[in-house]
């Protein structure tokens, strides 16, 4: 019971197949228990662009593959935008399983804890060190706790590079979902397309 952390469930072999079939029977938080499925992480092995959302969503968590819902839809228009191929990309989540609340017959997201956060990073670090893009764009402050500590606030750094190793960088802006929650959405959109081109000028 608990966050006993996923590293104990990482497999010997370090390939993403590898890592994408262990993941399925992780236990390192509770979160596992009620959600459907395991959603790894989805795209080009050897990707130059990768991005980090938060965790799966209700459509995310019955088929199994990242940003298939309204925020992915969203997010694959944005990439377009920025002239960014979405068949050139490696998608993951910071947290690999669905948090939520049943209310009635829907179920409703909830943010994951520091804990949960924590116990999931070891697949993500894994992921990050296998891909190795050159950038990652950190899609909203779970993504950014998971990879940029907690003391970074991406309302103030949004859009800004962040050397993450020679070479190589992050980028951090808000998450497509509060895109699709903000009372103006067609700036939320324009400032998150503007925080994209950066990333995507970076290549
Ligand atoms: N939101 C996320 O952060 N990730 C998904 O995969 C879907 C929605
Ligand atoms: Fe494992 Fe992450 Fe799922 Fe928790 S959320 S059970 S650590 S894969």
Redesign the pocket.
Known sequence: MGNIGAQRFLPEETSLPALREAARHCEGCDLYRAATQT?FGEGVPDARFMLV?????DQ?DRAGT????P??RLLDKALEEAGVEREAVYVT?AVKHFKYEPRGKRRIHRTPTVGEINACRPWLEAEMSLVDPEVTVV??ATAARALLGPDFRVTRHRGEPVPRREGAFYVATI???AILRSPDRDEAYSGFLTDLRVAAGLL
Do not use: D, K, R, Y
Not at 53 to 57: F, K, L, T, V
């Open positions: 959603v959302g938060e965790e799966p969503g995310e990242p940003f298939v819902g925020a992915g989540n899609l909203g998450h497509p979902s």
